[in-house]
């Protein structure tokens, strides 16, 4: 059974950093594509950040570019999110997603909740102002 765990959530001041980690047990992140979502309390589940595991392709929410970092270790099997620059609005729960086995022919399916079948339980970031 596939298990995604994140981890390195906490509080952090306003233009502050934070790196989260997404691991999987139960296979590696071979042929996947892997993501990271985040909800804030009261809204939707957004698309913040993706990778294509095999060439490294990477996708981002407009609002999210220049400030987060979505990468890839293989040696670790983990992936990370390179968060910058935080302000209150990045405060949620962070999500990390995955599938194996796709390959979407359009970037849009990347970025959507519906092209990912395993998610995490979901790490908390709090940004104080």
């Known amino acids: 059974q596939v298990q995604l765990v994140e981890s390195g959530g906490g509080l952090v001041q306003a233009g502050g950093s934070l790196r989260l980690s997404c691991q999987t047990s139960?296979?590696?992140?071979?042929?996947?594509?892997v993501a990271w979502f985040r909800q804030a309390p009261g809204k939707e589940r957004d698309f913040v950040a993706g990778?294509?595991?095999?060439?490294?392709?990477?996708y981002y929410a407009d609002s999210m570019k220049g400030r987060f970092t979505i990468s890839r270790d293989n040696a670790k099997n983990t992936v990370y999110l390179q968060m910058n620059s935080l302000n209150a609005e990045d405060t949620a729960v962070y999500y990390c997603?995955?599938?194996?086995?796709?390959?979407?022919?359009?970037?849009?399916?990347?970025?959507?909740?519906?092209?990912?079948?395993?998610w995490g339980q979901g790490t908390q970031v709090t940004v104080s102002s």
């Open positions: 990778i294509r595991w095999s060439g490294g392709n990477t």
């Open positions: 139960g296979r590696t992140f071979s042929n996947s594509a």
């Open positions: 997603a995955a599938v194996w086995g796709r390959t979407y022919s359009t970037s849009y399916y990347y970025t959507t909740k519906g092209g990912y079948e395993y």
